[in-house]
């Protein structure tokens, strides 16, 4: 047996896609300007390398990632092959890992909460808990994590939080990871230090690592093993990166001394864009540049190298062998985080605490204090129908202020998770809505008590001890909340910003409350479908039931 045993290969792709971002409009309509992005792109790459995928910007760096990951929008040809298996989005997903340009992480959780639930959600309960905790202690050792393991995801530096979003990723043992600029915003030495690690982790566990650079420093050359140099979707050389600068010098291009052979040969491979006639040169020099490699790139694109010193007894079936969760397990994994979140470990825990269970009663001590001198009859512009009002508004208003604040991090990291392949739209809704009811109804059962006792709104002569009513009275608001805070969830599961969202939400409820106040519905000449529309509102129905008039007459005899 090899000692290589991963390959991964690419033979002659070919992919179209957008090439511009586009408005809303055109996507919607699905006008937006595409073209070809990567043309007759060939490599492969073994267990045990790392490789850098270079070029400037537009080079098709990205969609190469997107390429090989299945994710990629618009029609691609050529083969994508996993031991000669044909790559296919579901073999991507079992068995590799994607570190994207920006992904966000649950703040809240530790770093070390971060990969135990990573590692509940993309490993079978096969393995047992014992391997998995196992796992998570030596994915912290590995990427020197282990001092900050406690620590809150907010509060670690640039490279940890890095560092801990690869981790993620290499919780599942995946046998190939894609890494899109993993190193951007780093000072040189966290840059050299997370090269050195993914660099150690290829080596030590045989497994195949991609990364892309816009500029990389010559002090990580050491580490890469293989290099690919993109211009506008050519391949200008890939190959090992030790006959890298032996190629370029055989066809008249040799590398200067104290130059950075990685960024001489990218700028080398980059249009120059600065006038007219350098475009047009550097264009025509590139283009031959592809052409040569075509004809005399062969061996350079083959060569693998000598052996790797990997030891495969270790390791030698990838933990993402085992399959992945069951549903159940997965629902308890992520009630499981989202109650971890609501620690009062940090800022964040607490913030997430006073949102959820204790935002509603404040505001309803703020109303005792206002009502407190409420008598049985109005004798002051204070009143009983004032008091209710201003309880269902509330409910209302701060159901959508709570759940803007609270389920845009579930959200986004959602979609981070659900293109891993791990749970779909549904199963996420329906969790969290397990996680979010029972702690709502909490929060709401203790500000209706401030209200409902503490002002009398239930029968006057059982002060205290109308627990009946109060659970009516409560549920009758928990009911707003309910309903207010999915329509929340719904706006943000469409609209990317949480505040757009929030906003409709209240102008929606802002609406709701108009059409189903008594006022409104007493009007005479109110059209029928606005008076219709109110029974399709939870506020028609915790306002009271108020019949439509029908006729001015009647109202007058009335």
Same mark, same amino acid.
């Given at each position: ?14 992919? +179209? ?39 400037? /910007? ?41 570190? +994207?340009? /920006? ?82 915003? *780093?000072? #040189? ?22 990364? +892309? ?6 002090? =990580? *050359? ?9 211009? *506008? ?27 950075? #052979? ?23 020099? =590139? ?73 509603? #009663? ?9 009502? %407190? ?55 996420? =809704? ?50 707003? %909340?309910?309903? =207010? ?14 505040? +757009? ?58």
């Amino acid at each position: 047996m090899m000692n290589s045993e991963f390959i991964l290969e690419l033979i002659s792709v070919f992919h +179209t896609g957008p090439v511009e971002p586009g408005s809303c409009l055109q996507k919607l309509v699905g006008n937006v300007p595409t073209g070809v992005i990567l043309k007759d792109v060939s490599l492969e790459i073994h267990g045990g390398e790392l490789m850098a995928i270079l070029g400037s /910007k537009g080079s098709g760096k990205r969609a190469l990632l997107e390429v090989i990951s299945r994710r990629a929008q618009g029609p691609t040809r050529g083969q994508i092959l996993l031991n000669h298996v044909p790559m296919s989005l579901r073999l991507f997903q079992d068995s590799c890992g994607y570190v +994207t340009y /920006k992904t966000q992480l649950l703040e809240g959780l530790t770093a070390k909460h971060t990969l135990e639930y990573a590692a509940k959600l993309s490993l079978s309960s096969k393995i047992g808990s014992s391997v998995r905790c196992g796992r998570v202690r030596q994915v912290l050792a590995d990427l020197a994590l282990t001092q900050v393991a406690n620590r809150p995801v907010e509060q670690l530096t640039p490279s940890e939080y890095r560092r801990l979003v690869i981790g993620v990723q290499l919780i599942k043992d995946p046998l190939v990871v894609l890494l899109d600029e993993p190193a951007w915003g *780093l000072d #040189p030495l966290n840059t050299y230090f997370v090269i050195s690690i993914l660099s150690n982790h290829a080596k030590k566990y045989n497994r195949i690592i991609i990364i +892309t650079m816009e500029k990389p420093r010559s002090d =990580i *050359l050491p580490f890469l093993d293989r290099v690919t140099y993109l211009c *506008l979707g050519d391949v200008v050389y890939t190959g090992s990166t030790r006959h890298m600068i032996d190629y370029f010098r055989s066809i008249g291009f040799p590398c200067p001394e104290l130059e950075n #052979p990685l960024m001489y040969y990218l700028c080398l491979s980059t249009v120059d864009r600065r006038s007219r006639e350098r475009f047009i040169d550097s264009n025509n020099q =590139i283009a031959a540049l592809v052409e040569k490699f075509k004809v005399e790139g062969g061996p350079y694109r083959k060569y693998s190298g000598p052996p790797p010193d990997v030891d495969l007894s270790e390791h030698k079936v990838p933990l993402s062998a085992y399959g992945r969760p069951g549903i159940l397990s997965t629902m308890l994994a992520l009630l499981g985080r989202g109650y971890t979140m609501m620690f009062p470990c940090s800022y964040v825990g607490i913030e997430h605490l006073f949102f959820r269970i204790f935002l509603l #009663p404040a505001f309803f001590f703020l109303l005792w204090n206002f009502y %407190w001198q409420l008598e049985l009859f109005q004798r002051s512009f204070q009143s009983r129908g004032g008091l209710l009002f201003n309880c269902l508004a509330g409910t209302a208003f701060l159901a959508t202020a709570a759940t803007s604040k609270t389920f845009a991090q579930h959200r986004t990291r959602y979609y981070h998770e659900a293109r891993e392949g791990l749970y779909r739209g549904p199963l996420f =809704i329906m969790t969290y809505n397990i996680f979010t009811l029972p702690l709502s109804y909490i929060s709401v059962m203790l500000a209706s008590a401030v209200v409902y006792f503490g002002l009398s709104v239930g029968d006057a002569e059982a002060v205290g001890t109308d627990w009946l009513g109060w659970a009516v009275f409560g549920s009758v608001l928990w009911a707003v %909340w309910a309903f =207010i805070e999915q329509q929340t969830i719904a706006l943000m599961m469409i609209i990317k910003s949480s505040y +757009t969202a929030g906003a409709i939400s209240i102008a929606l409820t802002t609406f709701y409350l108009l059409v189903a106040s008594a006022s409104l519905r007493s009007l005479v000449h109110l059209p029928d479908w606005l008076y219709y529309v109110g029974h399709v509102t939870v506020l028609r129905w915790s306002n009271g039931k108020t019949k439509k008039p029908a006729s001015p007459q009647g109202e007058k005899n009335s």
